[in-house]
């Protein structure tokens, strides 16, 4: 009976996700405070969460042997735990917490290997930025998850072996995800993050999101899971991430986060969770977050930061862009110049070239100015304003194509 329960919550929370709001778009200039503590008001109830063993500041806290067991008895019961994973995700405060997720000694080699990265970045004078926070003042190593495999393969298999990230990437996303991830090193004195949502829509301005129709707003958090996993013990002076439970189900929320008052709200009523060696949180990625400040004077806060994808977030066809792009721009330069609407050429450039920046290597093609680097669109668009030769445009995209490779 729990499962079939279970199951209807679900299905009822995707209708409410995917299904469009009221307004048609969701705008800037209509956010509304009022209107997120209106949202905020609603209390997570642990009845909800009948696998968890607590509420600890809104947020069910899991124990990883628990659950896994729950979830390995038989097939009722595993989709019951995924559902219930799911509505919290979902309809509940966004944020889970599982205790012990990862064995410490397991942790503790992936560590080691995470350390090297960044002792090579050092010695070779590589900044990493961060989307969110300061470049330099922290350590960030991107593309984790690829660096780890090379570096140490046997450690890699044990730590992503792993049953409670599985579990989580499956309730939300289902089979066929996929798995990335970055490091972050937030070092003694190291400033936080400014509150944000995540990827996709996160990572852009809140002009560009106004763009996007409201249900696509409502589509971009179940495309992702945000998960983090605790590589030292991380008291609360350590600047353990911020949280704003129940946030993720703000319609306006893309567009508002970067408003005065709603970060100063944020920083007024987040919720700050201690965490252990091996625990693990995944979140909705629209649920308002940000990596704190760390205080301590010995403490460097090291983080594996998972985001997960669904495996619908990719094309049919594959597709060389490039080749495309360039067998065209002699065209489309030509019809630039004579003055022909600058729609036409725009619409065409957007069939033509890849709009999306990512995925990319953010090592090499950091976001300069903004959340995101410039796509293949954005380079071609400014070589017509340019004027420039097919020549040049070749040259501009080749190096790009480079700055994107993963290694």
Not at 31 to 44: I, M
Not at 157 to 166: E, F, G, H, I, S
Not at 330 to 347: D, I, K, S
Not at 360 to 385: C, E, F, H
Request: charged share 20%; aromatic share 6%.
């Amino acid at each position: 009976m729990l499962g079939r329960q279970t199951r209807r919550t679900v299905e009822e929370d995707v209708v409410t996700l995917t299904a469009s709001p009221t307004p048609s778009w969701l705008l800037p200039e209509d956010c509304r405070l009022a209107d997120l503590r209106e949202v905020l008001a609603e209390r997570t109830r642990l009845e909800d969460s009948p696998h968890a063993e607590r509420l600890e500041g809104e947020v069910p806290v899991y124990a990883a042997d628990r659950l896994v067991g729950a979830a390995a008895a038989d097939e009722e019961t595993r989709r019951a735990v995924l559902a219930e994973v799911a509505g919290t995700l979902a309809r509940g405060p966004g944020i889970v917490v599982v205790e012990r997720a990862f064995e410490p000694a397991v942790v503790d080699r992936v560590t080691t290997a995470f350390e090297g990265m960044i002792d090579e970045q050092r010695s070779a004078g590589t900044a990493s930025g961060d989307h969110f926070a300061k470049p330099g003042a922290n350590d960030r190593v991107w593309n984790a998850l690829e660096k780890l495999a090379v570096a140490d393969p046997e450690a890699f298999v044990d730590y992503y072996a792993n049953d409670v990230l599985a579990l989580a990437a499956t309730a939300w996303l289902g089979p066929g995800y996929q798995v990335t991830s970055q490091v972050n090193v937030v070092n003694p004195g190291g400033a936080g993050q400014t509150v944000h949502r995540d990827y996709h829509l996160g990572f852009q301005s809140d002009e560009t999101c106004a763009r996007y129709p409201a249900h696509v707003h409502a589509l971009s958090q179940v495309l992702t899971l945000q998960g983090a996993v605790a590589h030292c013990d991380m008291p609360v002076e350590s600047g353990p991430t911020l949280y704003l439970p129940h946030s993720q189900k703000y319609a306006h929320g893309y567009v508002a986060y970067q408003r005065p008052e709603f970060k100063e709200y944020f920083a007024a009523h987040h919720v700050q969770l201690p965490l252990g060696k091996g625990d693990a949180v995944f979140f909705n990625p629209a649920l308002f977050h940000a990596a704190g400040t760390n205080r301590s004077t010995g403490i460097r806060r090291m983080a594996n930061l998972l985001q997960v994808s669904s495996a619908f977030g990719r094309a049919m066809e594959t597709v060389g862009r490039q080749r495309v792009v360039e067998a065209v721009y002699p065209t489309l330069l030509a019809r630039h110049v004579a003055g022909a609407g600058e729609q036409a050429v725009a619409n065409a450039v957007a069939a033509s070239a890849e709009g999306y920046a990512f995925p990319t290597n953010l090592d090499r093609d950091q976001p300069i100015g903004g959340m995101a680097p410039p796509s293949q669109a954005d380079v071609v668009t400014g070589a017509l304003a340019e004027g420039l030769g097919i020549d040049e445009l070749h040259r501009r995209l080749d190096a790009q194509a480079v700055a994107r490779r993963s290694h």
